[in-house]
Structure formats: C-alpha cells, structure tokens
T-cell receptor, first 114, second 109 residues
Framework: DAMVIQNPRYQVTQFGKPVTLSCSQT?????MYWYQQKSSQAPKLLFH???????NEADTPDNFQSRRPNTSFCFLDIRSPGLGDAAMYLC?????????????FGPGTRLTVL | GQNIDQPTEMTATEGAIVQINCTYQ??????LFWYQQHAGEAPTFLSY??LDGLEEKGRFSSFLSRSKGYSYLLLKELQMKDSASYLC??????????WGAGTKLIIKP
C-alpha cells in the first residue's frame, strides 16, 4: 500500500542534543510537510518542500531545519532541542497539483526531551 | 487574523448521532477539510467540501455554507471507535491550510 512512513515512532533525546526525525513516502507526491502538534492543539506547519523548493514558515525557529535529498525522503533536524520542543511531529504529503490538495499524514513521531 | 473555531469537547452515546460544528474566518476560501485523529496518532482524511451543501460518505456527512463561514461534520450510528478528535481545516486564498484545534469526541456506551 502506498503510504507515508515516519521513523522512529517515539524518540527520546536530552536537552540540547541534536536529533533527526525521518519521513518517507511511496505516494510519489511532490509536496512534503513537517508539522509540530502539541497536546489538544492544532498542527502547526513548520515548513514544506515543493519538489526541491524549500518553504519555511515565518515563525519557525532557526533551531528547526529540514532536508529533502530525493522525492521519497524528508528529514527534520532539531539542532538543540529544548523542553518546549517536546511534541508530536507529523510528516504529510500532497500531490501538489493546482488547487486544493489533500494532505496525507504519516503516523507521527512523538519526541520527548529530558 | 485567520481563525477556525470548534468546540473543545463533545460527548455522545453509542448508536446516536452527533454534529460537530466549525466556523471559520479566513482570507479567502478554497475548500474545507475534516480530519479524524485518534489519540497519539496522525490525522486521517475524512472529507473535503468546496461547494455549499451536504456530502455524504457512509456514516459520516459534511456540510458547508460558504456565506455563513460554517461547516459541520455529522456522525451517525456512533461506534466506540469513533472516539477521537475531529479537526476542521480551511484552505485560504493562498492555499495555506489553516487548522482548527480539533473537537475531542467522547463516546459513552
């Protein structure tokens, strides 16, 4: 089945220790998104790639970086995690055609910062 | 600013019907999505409305009124597995997806 895969599902890191979350997709979608979601809150878009074009949201902290080495993979790097970065991180993809575009989500990675 | 309002929490009984409302104020409108999100899991797509009216899909239906900036998700014949959060999201004029905080639906036997 075509899908969006995230690894790991649960990640524990220490305050200030860099961490990388990964996302892969078999949908061959052009667009990949990274969201941060805290408990009982709306998902917050951090950035997205349209093919290789990177689009950063204005309020995304510099502590968060992303890489998309090819169509299938996208990574979220948190350079120096703080306690406030503990959250669920959701990867999503969309086809990227003109007009409204349904986003399909991976299972998420729950990040704990000790 | 752009805003999506949904009730924080609702409770319903197994087998019953529940309506979850969503109102939005956005800069333009290019469609409204409903997603279901079980606790600790990712959102899954339920429906997309861009024209006024009711879209029915099995036990779930979604309604849109663009003039009122209003949508609802109707769930019939509720099952325990329907306990989840339901998120409303709107595409604005720039196709930016604006998310609501979600409505936590609790189903009681």
């Amino acid at each position: 089945d075509a899908m969006v895969i995230q690894n790991p599902r649960y990640q524990v890191t220490q305050f200030g220790k860099p961490v990388t979350l990964s996302c892969s997709q078999t949908l061959n979608h052009n667009v990949m998104y990274w969201y941060q979601q805290k408990s009982s809150q709306a998902p917050k878009l951090l950035f997205h790639y349209y093919d290789k074009d990177f689009n950063n949201e204005a309020d995304t902290p510099d502590n968060f970086q992303s890489r998309r080495p090819n169509t299938s993979f996208c990574f979220l790097d948190i350079r120096s995690p703080g306690l406030g970065d503990a959250a669920m991180y959701l990867c999503a993809t969309s086809r990227g055609g003109t007009g409204a575009d349904t986003q399909y989500f991976g299972p998420g990675t729950r990040l704990t910062v000790l | 600013g752009q805003n999506i309002d949904q009730p924080t929490e609702m409770t319903a009984t197994e087998g019953a019907i529940v309506q979850i409302n969503c109102t939005y104020q956005t800069s333009g409108f290019n469609g409204l999505f409903w997603y279901q999100q079980h606790a600790g899991e990712a959102p899954t797509f339920l429906s997309y409305n861009v024209l006024d009216g009711l879209e029915e899909k099995g036990r779930f239906s979604s309604f849109l009124s663009r003039s009122k900036g209003y949508s609802y998700l109707l769930l019939k014949e509720l099952q325990m597995k329907d306990s989840a959060s339901y998120l409303c999201a709107v595409f604005d004029s720039n196709y930016q997806l604006i998310w609501g905080a979600g409505t936590k639906l609790i189903i009681k036997p």
